[in-house]
Nanobody, 123 residues
Framework: QVQVVESGGGLVQAGGSLRLSCAVS????????VGWFRQAPGKAREFVAA????????YYGDSLRGRFAISRDNAENTVYLQMNSLKPEDPAVYYC????????????????WGQGTQVTVSS
């Protein structure tokens, strides 16, 4: 059974940084894409970033490239989301999810989801 567990959320000042982790277990193969999404209260879930199975291809939501960086360590079955220069519009619950497709920016492509980790930014 596939399990996805996020960690690393918390409270940070505007302009600060956080690194989220996503630990994946239960996959038979390593050829899965991992994506990060976020959802703020009253808003639709938003694509943040995705990384393909090898880590050679990364994808970012509009305006996030340059501030956010996604990476993965297949030996540790963990994906990271480094978030820098956090802004007041970044607070949300951040979710990690996996898909057997090569990559995807739509949440319906993802099969397994974590419980989410809260990111709060103080001004």
């Amino acid at each position: 059974q596939v399990q996805v567990v996020e960690s690393g959320g918390g409270l940070v000042q505007a302009g600060g940084s956080l690194r989220l982790s996503c630990a994946v277990s239960g996959y038979t193969f390593t050829r899965y894409c991992v994506g990060w999404f976020r959802q703020a209260p009253g808003k639709a879930r938003e694509f943040v970033a995705a990384i393909n199975w090898s880590g050679g291809s990364t994808y970012y939501g509009d305006s996030l490239r340059g501030r956010f960086a996604i990476s993965r360590d297949n030996a540790e079955n963990t994906v990271y989301l480094q978030m820098n220069s956090l802004k007041p519009e970044d607070p949300a619950v951040y979710y990690c999810a996996t898909t057997d497709t090569d990559w995807g920016t739509y949440d319906y492509l993802y099969d397994y989801w974590g419980q989410g980790t809260q990111v709060t930014v103080s001004s």
